[in-house]
T-cell receptor, first 111, second 116 residues
Framework: GEDVEQSLFLSVREGDSSVINCTYTDSSSTYLYWYKQEPGAGLQLLTYIFSNMDMKQDQRLTVLLNKKDKHLSLRIADTQTGDSAIYFCAETPSNDYKLSFGAGTTVTVRA | SQTIHQWPATLVQPVGSPLSLECTVEGTSNPNLYWYRQAAGRGLQLLFYSVGIGQISSEVPQNLSASRPQDRQFILSSKKLLLSDSGFYLC???????????????FGQGTRLTVV
């Protein structure tokens, strides 16, 4: 099964907040990441969080980590049309080099 | 600066034909290298990753294989393509070091493979 799970679709109105959720299974993961993929392109790193942190804020982005439940979320404040993309959460276990991604959440911003 | 090149951008191949996708990285040494497949509705699936020349870890058993003949070259191959091999293939690299510190993965632009 998947190591990292995400909901597949999210529709949000322009100006509202978007919340994308992710669950992971490897408790040894030391870093968790959010990547963004725009249509027809590769992925780009948005932000990451260290596993001993609960929250990280970076401009319009807020990452929340619940280690007990192995739950990660990304909140985008004041969502814009340019935020329409696929968002992937990812993890790297501390004892391995592989970078595992979730299935990706397609965010559609409507006017 | 570091760059990653992946080619071709699009490819249409008949069932049963061989496959070779190439990825090269410039501006860094001893990178971790990855091949992912993105199939419609199935997200991003890790196929292979490599931490050094000749060192390949396979994540998913299938008719694909990967090789790393040089430090910054990663090749994805198949002897006989199946219809189910269609998808968007992405190569990526990251700095060596694994999960002990944050490491950003840099992706190529992808290859759209259609098996007909």
């Amino acid at each position: 099964g998947e190591d990292v799970e995400q909901s597949l679709f999210l529709s949000v109105r322009e100006g509202d907040s978007s919340v994308i959720n992710c669950t992971y299974t490897d408790s040894s993961s030391t870093y968790l990441y959010w990547y963004k993929q725009e249509p027809g392109a590769g992925l780009q790193l948005l932000t990451y969080i260290f596993s001993n942190m609960d929250m990280k804020q970076d401009q319009r982005l807020t990452v929340l980590l619940n280690k007990k439940d192995k739950h990660l979320s990304l909140r985008i404040a004041d969502t814009q049309t340019g935020d329409s993309a696929i968002y992937f959460c990812a993890e790297t276990p501390s004892n391995d080099y592989k970078l595992s991604f979730g299935a990706g959440t397609t965010v559609t911003v409507r006017a | 600066s570091q760059t990653i090149h992946q080619w071709p951008a699009t490819l249409v191949q008949p069932v049963g034909s061989p496959l070779s996708l190439e990825c090269t990285v410039e501006g860094t040494s001893n990178p971790n290298l990855y091949w992912y497949r993105q199939a419609a509705g199935r997200g991003l699936q890790l196929l292979f990753y490599s931490v050094g020349i000749g060192q390949i870890s396979s994540e998913v058993p299938q008719n694909l294989s990967a090789s790393r003949p040089q430090d910054r070259q990663f090749i994805l191959s198949s002897k006989k393509l199946l219809l189910s091999d269609s998808g968007f293939y992405l190569c990526a690299w990251s700095e060596a070091g694994g999960g002990s510190r944050p490491t950003e993965a840099f992706f190529g632009q992808g290859t759209r493979l259609t098996v007909v």
